[in-house]
């Protein structure tokens, strides 16, 4: 079944970085646009990210733009997210997701936090 396993979380102080990685499996990957999401405490999940089949066209939420890069790898079935600058604001659980599909991973915990 589509499964989608988020790692690169942890403890980081304001103004460092992370990458996270989501690896996918139970689809033809190279099919399906990729979206991070995260969700912080007491809000509603929203939007980080977008990267298109290729890898070639992305879109980043307003909040974010500038400093996080969202990159795929279809050989291997995986999705990136880069994030620099990071701000106690960016504390949430981030998710991946396909376009095509209504599966959620597990997430991953970033904290900003000095």
């Known amino acids: 079944q589509v499964q989608f396993v988020e790692s690169g979380g942890g403890l980081v102080q304001p103004g460092g970085s992370l990458r996270l990685s989501c690896a996918a499996s139970?689809?033809?990957?190279?099919?399906?646009?990729m979206k991070w999401y995260r969700q912080a405490p007491g809000k509603e999940r929203e939007f980080v990210a977008r990267v298109d089949t290729t890898g070639r066209r992305t879109d980043y939420a307003d909040s974010v733009k500038g400093r996080f890069k969202i990159s795929r790898d279809n050989r291997k079935s995986m999705t990136f997210l880069q994030m620099n600058s990071l701000k106690p604001e960016d504390t949430a659980v981030y998710y991946c997701?396909?376009?095509?599909?209504?599966?959620w991973g597990q997430g991953t915990q970033v904290t900003v936090d000095s």
């Open positions: 139970g689809f033809i990957f190279g099919i399906a646009a």
């Open positions: 997701k396909s376009e095509l599909h209504t599966t």
